[in-house]
T-cell receptor
Framework: KAGVTQTPRYLIKTRGQQVTLSCSPI?????VSWYQQTPGQGLQFLFE???????NKGNFPGRFSGRQFSNSRSEMNVSTLELGDSALYLC??????????????FGSGTRLTVV | AQSVTQLDSHVSVSEGTPVLLRCNYS??????LFWYVQHPNKGLQLLLK??????LVKGINGFEAEFKKSETSFHLTKPSAHMSDAAEYFC????????????FGAGTQVVVTP
């Protein structure tokens, strides 16, 4: 079956702009999580959605937001982009309501470059 | 609270020799533990997971890990390294009702020399 699909794969944006990233989970997976990966900070948790509800959120400013649709697809939005937002953004999905027992399947990520 | 420490930031091995990647965890309750691998410009691939069943866990591509509660460790091993094992490896901990929040180690970069 198809894996986790993230689009687009690459993005270049200018400071001050906003961006929307998309994630389609594995069919039947209702939990979708987002992570930011940078060389300096490593992998950091952004937020998690389950059945269209945000259940958990990491320590990121309000410029970072997300949502989940009824078909479990998720989007994350970053407004007023800063140079420090340049990163690989990874999405993960899980079949479990808690996720910890079944593990998470990650997408290939979206590489965002802010110039 | 839970955390994970990967004891080596870089490991260099020769092809055909054993690989050992060390990971210690901290958790106030019985955690779930995972090892993920990331090849350059790729996403994360699950190698194996421990979820309180057998303490010796076998994963894909010949990797295995042993959960040792007394030592709070979850080291990853492979008997014989292959060139394709060159990648970054992450030890990850997750707790009950973590709701998507995985705690990642800083990663271990593995270099395999011919």
């Amino acid at each position: 079956k198809a894996g986790v699909t993230q689009t687009p794969r690459y993005l270049i944006k200018t400071r001050g702009q906003q961006v929307t990233l998309s994630c389609s989970p594995i069919s039947g997976h209702r939990s979708v999580s987002w992570y930011q990966q940078t060389p300096g900070q490593g992998l950091q948790f952004l937020f998690e959605y389950f059945s269209e509800t945000q259940r958990n959120k990491g320590n990121f400013p309000g410029r970072f937001s997300g949502r989940q649709f009824s078909n479990s697809r998720s989007e994350m939005n970053v407004s007023t982009l800063e140079l420090g937002d340049s990163a690989l953004y990874l999405c993960a999905s899980s079949s479990s309501a808690t996720g910890d027992r079944s593990g998470y399947t990650f997408g290939s990520g979206t590489r965002l470059t802010v110039v | 609270a839970q955390s994970v420490t990967q004891l080596d930031s870089h490991v260099s091995v020769s092809e055909g020799t054993p690989v050992l990647l060390r990971c210690n965890y901290s958790s106030s309750y019985s955690p779930s533990l995972f090892w993920y691998v990331q090849h350059p410009n790729k996403g994360l691939q699950l190698l194996l997971k421990y979820t309180s069943a057998a303490t010796l866990v076998k994963g894909i591509n010949g990797f295995e890990a042993e959960f040792k509660k007394s030592e709070t460790s979850f080291h990853l091993t492979k008997p014989s390294a292959h060139m394709s094992d060159a990648a970054e490896y992450f030890c990850v901990v997750s707790g009950t009702d973590s709701w998507g929040k995985l705690q990642f180690g800083a990663g271990t970069q593995v270099v395999v020399t011919p």
